[in-house]
T-cell receptor, first 113, second 113 residues
């Protein structure tokens, strides 16, 4: 099983729609999770961190289901500017205090007018 | 504050040539990461440093790749000799030891013909 798996999409949604992405991870010891956003031909940037059951920031909600080992990202009231690739990210390996991150392959979102 | 700085932004070279990519992390960040991104394989961690010391280089594809960090403000990734399959975007990222959030540079788009 891959460390992180995501549906590549693309998800094509109209403005104002609600869209959700799921991500599954294999390392049951992971305690923290992240969603990064990557615009076309740009670098990834942190969107949200998830350390417990979930996190909400405006129109964005991230939820964690430890039993099923998946993380979701919900975007409400989609804007054209939300069009990007969303990367699910988990720390690598066991907690050694010097951990790197494993990035999923990303889910592409296209919001249409 | 300046973010992570990478140079060059674009590099086109012929197969067999040596390529050197450069990175200046954010001042005060003690972790530095080198990634490679392709459509087929997504974002892959190549190597990372903590306090200028390489911690994990298991992602370096083969001996043609080498990375150094001679001081806290500079790192290089070298490919010698380069091959067409090395064509990708190479990102450098840095972070502090107190956070998982990584800050990415703008990337170097490498094309090997």
């Amino acid at each position: 099983r891959k460390e992180v798996e995501q549906d590549p999409g693309p998800f094509n949604v109209p403005e104002g729609a609600t869209v959700a992405f799921n991500c599954t991870y294999s390392n049951s010891a992971s305690q923290s999770f992240f969603w990064y956003r990557q615009d076309c031909r740009k670098e990834p940037k942190l969107l949200m961190s998830v350390y417990s059951s979930g996190n909400e920031d405006g129109r964005f909600t991230a939820q964690l289901n430890r039993a099923s080992q998946y993380i979701s990202l919900l975007i409400r009231d989609s804007k054209l500017s939300d069009s990007a690739t969303y990367l699910c990210v988990v720390p690598k390996g066991r907690d050694t205090g010097r951990r790197a991150l494993t990035f999923g392959s990303g889910t592409r979102l296209q919001v249409q007018p | 504050d300046a973010g992570v700085i990478q140079s060059p932004r674009h590099e086109v070279t012929e197969m067999g040539q040596e390529v050197t990519l450069r990175c200046k992390p954010i001042s005060g960040h003690d972790y530095l990461f080198w990634y490679r991104q392709t459509m087929m394989r997504g974002l892959e961690l190549l190597i990372y440093f903590n306090n200028n010391v390489p911690i994990d280089d298991s992602g370096m594809p083969e001996d043609r790749f080498s990375a150094k960090m001679p001081n806290a403000s500079f790192s290089t990734l070298k490919i010698q000799p380069s091959e067409p399959r090395d064509s990708a975007v190479y990102f450098c990222a840095s972070r502090t030891s107190g956070s998982y959030e990584q800050y990415f540079g703008p990337g170097t788009r490498l094309t090997v013909t």
